[in-house]
């Protein structure tokens, strides 16, 4: 078993749609959840970071987790054509080295 | 946010040759950096942890001697990928952890082509 599982989509979704991505861990040690934002052929863009359990809000992006179900959830509100790109949950231990999902794929249409 | 800078952006090299890739941090000092490899369609796989002043620290089944990694100053690591062959071709990517070190910035990365 991977220690992040993400579906790679493609997820395709229409203009002004309710994004909604998820991750899940099994490596109860992960304590920094994060979520990056990478254009193609471009690094990751660091998107959102949290740390507790909960949610954490920051314009249209919603970052959500669930540490007893070892669950994380990013929400992309009023969806963009140039929020196009694949998004990368990541997570740390607190040791600096962080683990990646292996990205999922998203399109919206205009 | 942070950040981070990646030289070259791409780089076309003929089989035998080694380039070098260049990360630096470009408004914080980072004691430690990250160089990660990502293949077309899969996610950053991490080879090895560079670490300022003291040698770099690689995952297992990364190849020491190909990929050489210096960390000669706080804000600038190097990658050399030596006698690269066409299986190198990659996007790499360096990352430098800010703060606590709980949070990674990313440079833009670098494509490596080898013919």
Known sequence: QKEVEQDPGPLSVPEGAIVSLNCTYSNSAFQYFMWYRQYSRKGPELLMYTYSSGNKEDGRFTAQVDKSSKYISLFIRDSQPSDSATYLCAMAGGYQKVTFGIGTKLQVIP | ?115
């Open chain 2, 1 to 115: 946010g942070a950040v981070v800078s990646q030289h070259p952006s791409w780089v076309i090299c003929k089989s035998g040759t080694s380039v070098k890739i260049e990360c630096r941090s470009l408004d914080f000092q980072a004691t430690t950096m990250f160089w990660y490899r990502q293949f077309p369609k899969q996610s950053l796989m991490l080879m090895a942890t560079s670490n300022e002043g003291s040698k770099a620290t690689y995952e297992q089944g990364v190849e020491k001697d190909k990929f050489l990694i210096n960390h000669a100053s706080l804000t600038l690591s190097t990658l050399t990928v030596t006698s690269a062959h066409p299986e190198d071709s990659s996007f790499y990517i360096c990352s430098a952890p800010t703060g606590a070190g709980e949070t990674q910035y990313f440079g833009p990365g670098t494509r490596l082509l080898v013919l």
